[in-house]
């Protein structure tokens, strides 16, 4: 038999791409996605399933879109992860399904996540979305709060199960990271929006504008009858590097960058009211799926360079390989092995340069990752007039510093069970980078979920 | 939606606005503010919560008209509605008794001290407010200040009403005077609240400030609002917006509240365009 190989996506090509905001991936044509689930082996024991933190049943899947039977296929895939074209989009699949499919020992592993993201899409085109079949009300009120990857799952779940769901959220738009984070253009905002709305459909009302802890507490909602609470709060606090100069004019958190680009839509200033300032040259400190986001963002804010500062190398960058990639044909430029140590001003307190300092890798740290060392007296000063800093985020603590009850490790995280989410509070089950610290859209997914479950057994049996 | 039941013309580009919003109206403390989005394509912006009425379930807000977003809220009548609004978000005021309160109000900053030198009164102190206002057709909230003071001075920069002068001015008297003051509010625009944190430092009298600086979300997730009181950098969303105003870094403030300006000139000038066309 013929090898079939890995068949590469269609996308926007790199230099019309960076002058937009609209999606890069332009997704497989039927065509294309039925020559790819032809090269799945349709293995007995397939390892690619061990890889998916959700379980999707991905070589039954496969084999439907084989048989082009793709409204069959996005079924199958919905009875594990109810977000398919986000994850399709999202996942880091080298890491997950993809890095455990046996093809991948010898040559590229299937393509499971454009597969998926084909058959959602699919679906969503050919209007097939079924009304779901309506459980019957058990008259029981469950309050999620945050309506990220993890609040989503949680209450579509809890909803199927016949519970009356309430969503709150502190922005104006449901979503989370997925509304305010990720950009447009590696995952369009109508998607999220489609799975959301599916949620209603579902019977979950979602309130907007609520900020639990300020607007109204957990006790509150206990007094107002809801039996349950799962908070999907998100890891919302930007870290800053803690250096001289960082408060200087030009210099963004990246999720302000981001927020100011995506919920606010500043890239259509002054259509929207939103402003933001762009320069010339553009740095973003970081090496994540942040830092590529907010750096491939600058680029179509009309940066003429947008530069990575990463202190590592190439090979330690946490971000998605698709993303770096694309980055790089967007013309990003990356330095690697360097580390700010202060930030410089001009007259008017604009951010004009950065002292960086050179750096090598030592020994592995508890990461795993070699550690950077700086090499001393290697300090120089990029010239730069908009910095991204894009190191990560910790817990916001608006809701926790309110409720004691609830148990924080030292981090800030809530310390909750791994497979139910209970908290030291009764009642209060908790999950998603909330709990894990900044992880993934499908781990986020897979906690809620289980916390659906075990919401449903603490009411049904009042055991805590 | 948040339905706007009436509006009021306070002064010239200064309105009021009673807002149907029973959540925030049952929980907002003097101090605390809102986020509010006016539609689809607006931006979020900060108001402080002016008046609570928690049984109508109303809210008050006082607004300036300095750019697109303000000058277009101007244009809302009651029946209208916004969008969002978010809150009450912000430390509350810290509400004590402490002796003899002096409760500055700058411009429209007077609507924002107003809740406080009202529960300062409320918890058994001496108020003391000195409002001020570049002119007499800006005056707002006199009446309002004066039933909740123990004494009320108005200074106008032109002299056209009460003294002429700054509220600084008139702290000023007072401290000289020989005035025991155990605490001093300042609330108005960045300039103002330096001058007079400058003022009362040497005389050890505690002072403390709101600060208005730029905001995004409000909940302290994208660290917009970033201000350096005491040498560390705060968000004032959440940590403030009230802070001693002896360790507020304000030249830090004044820079950041610049950092739109371009983008502001236009977004008003392309706005004010429009809305003579309409
Ligand atoms: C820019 C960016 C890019 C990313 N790219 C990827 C990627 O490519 N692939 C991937 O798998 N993962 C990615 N991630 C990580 C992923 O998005 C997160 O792990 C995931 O969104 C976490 O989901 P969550 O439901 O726990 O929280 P979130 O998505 O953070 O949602 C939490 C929600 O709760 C709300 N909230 C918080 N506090 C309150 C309160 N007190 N009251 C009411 N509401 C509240 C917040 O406003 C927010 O909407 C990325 C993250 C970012 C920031
Ligand atoms: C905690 C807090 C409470 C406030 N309370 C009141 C109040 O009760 N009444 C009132 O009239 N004003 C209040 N303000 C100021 C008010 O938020 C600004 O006047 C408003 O955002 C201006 O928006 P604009 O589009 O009309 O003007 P723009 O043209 O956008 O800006 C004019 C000026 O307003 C400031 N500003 C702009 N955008 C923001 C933003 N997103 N957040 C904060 N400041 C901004 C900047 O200094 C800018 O130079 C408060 C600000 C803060 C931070
Ligand atoms: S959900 Fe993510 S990890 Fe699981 S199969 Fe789909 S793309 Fe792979
Ligand atoms: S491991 Fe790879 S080849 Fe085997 S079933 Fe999974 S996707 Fe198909
Ligand atoms: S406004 Fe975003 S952190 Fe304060």
């Known amino acids: 038999m013929k090898k079939i190989p890995r068949q590469p996506m269609p996308k926007q090509p790199p230099e019309e791409r960076i002058k937009n905001f609209n999606e890069v991936a332009l997704g497989y044509t039927e065509e294309l996605a039925v020559k790819e689930a032809e090269r799945c082996l349709q293995c007995p024991r397939p390892f690619c399933v061990d890889g998916c ?8 899947f496969i084999k439907l879109v084989k048989e082009r039977k793709f409204s069959e296929a996005a079924k199958k895939i919905k009875e594990d992860n109810v977000l398919p074209a986000i994850c399709g989009r999202v996942c880091p699949q080298e890491e997950q399904c993809e890095k455990k499919c046996v093809l991948g020992i010898k040559g590229e592993p299937v393509a499971i996540g454009r597969l998926e993201r084909f058959v959602a899409d699919w679906e969503a085109e050919h209007g097939e979305i079924e009304k779901p079949e309506m459980p019957e009300k058990k008259g029981i009120k469950v309050a999620v709060v945050g309506s990220g990857p993890a609040g989503l799952t949680c209450a579509g779940d809890l909803a199927k199960m016949g519970y009356d769901v309430t969503i709150f959220e502190a922005l104006h738009k449901p979503g989370g990271v997925l509304i305010y984070g990720i950009p447009e253009f590696r995952l369009p905002k109508h998607i999220v929006e489609r799975e959301v709305d599916y949620l209603r459909l579902l019977g979950v009302e979602i309130k907007v504008d609520v900020v639990v802890g300020k607007s109204i507490t957990l006790y509150e909602l206990f007094d107002m009858g809801y039996k349950a609470i799962f908070l999907g709060l998100g890891a919302g606090l930007p870290k800053f590097l803690g250096i001289p100069g960082e408060n200087l004019l030009g210099i963004y958190s990246a999720n302000e960058f981001l927020t100011r680009t995506n919920l606010m839509k500043a890239y259509l200033f002054p259509e929207y009211d939103t402003p933001i300032k762009v320069g010339k040259r553009v740095a973003v400190i970081g090496g994540g799926n942040v830092a590529m986001d907010a750096v491939r963002s600058a680029l179509r804010h009309g940066a003429e ?23 790089e044909e967007e013309g990003v430029i990356f330095n690697f092995l360097v580390n700010p140590k202060r930030f410089i001003g001009d007259e008017n307190g604009w951010v004009k340069g950065i002292e960086l300092v050179k750096m090598e890798l030592g020994e592995p740290d508890e990461s795993g990752r070699r550690r950077p060392v700086p090499i ?19 817990a916001n603590p608006v809701l926790l510093d309110v409720t004691p009850e609830i148990k924080r490790n030292r981090w800030g995280y809530i310390e909750a069970d791994y497979e139910t989410g209970k908290t030291s509070m009764k009642g209060v089950f908790a999950g998603g980078d909330i709990v894990t610290g900044e992880a993934t859209v499908i781990e986020a997914m897979g906690f809620g979920r289980r ?5 449903d057994e603490y009411l049904r049996t009042g055991k805590w | 939606m948040f339905k706007i039941l009436e509006r009021e013309t306070l002064a010239e580009h200064i309105n009021k606005f009673v807002v149907e919003a029973p959540l925030i109206a049952k929980k907002a403390l003097p101090g605390q503010f809102v986020i509010l989005r006016l539609h689809e394509k607006g931006e979020r912006i900060p108001i402080t919560i002016c008046e609570t009425d928690p049984e109508k379930g109303t809210i008050t807000l006082v607004v300036q008209e300095v750019g697109k977003t303000t000058y277009e809220l ?7 509605e916004i969008a969002d609004i978010i809150g009450p978000l912000g430390k509350p005021a810290e509400i004590e008794k402490v002796g003899t309160v002096v409760a500055i109000g700058g411009g429209v900053g007077t609507a924002i001290v107003y809740p406080e030198a009202k529960a300062f009164k409320e918890k058994g102190n001496y108020v003391i407010s000195i409002i001020g206002f570049r002119s007499k057709r800006f005056v707002i909230l006199e009446e309002e200040m004066r039933k909740v003071s123990d004494e009320l001075y108005v200074t106008t920069d032109d002299g056209s009403y009460g003294m002429k002068g700054f509220v600084s001015d008139k702290l000023k008297e007072l401290i000289e005077e020989g005035r025991k003051i155990d605490l001093v509010i300042a609330i108005g625009p960045a300039i103002m609240m330096k001058v ?3 003022l009362t430092r040497p005389y050890g009298i505690k002072t403390i400030v709101s600060l208005n600086s730029i905001m995004v979300d409000g909940t302290g997730m994208c660290g917009a609002c970033r201000v350096e009181v005491g040498g560390k950098t705060r968000f004032a969303c959440v940590d403030g917006p009230e802070f001693d105003g002896h360790q507020v870094d304000f030249d830090l403030l004044i820079k950041r509240l610049a950092m739109y300006k371009e983008e502001e000139r236009i977004a008003l000038e392309r706005y004010l365009k429009e809305r003579g066309k309409a």
């Open chain 1, 305 to 327: 360079e947008a530069h990575i500062i990463y202190r590592r190398s190439r090979a330690e960058m946490p971000a998605r390989l698709e993303e770096i990639e694309n980055a």
């Open chain 1, 53 to 60: 933190p959700v379980k999707v049943k991905i070589p039954e």
């Open chain 1, 376 to 394: 001393p007296g290697s300090e120089f000063i990029f010239e730069v007039d908009t910095v991204v800093i894009a190191i990560g985020q910790t």
């Open chain 2, 74 to 80: 101007g244009t809302y009548q009651a029946g209208d």
């Open chain 1, 451 to 455: 916390a659906a479950k075990a919401i």
């Open chain 2, 196 to 198: 007079v944190s400058d």
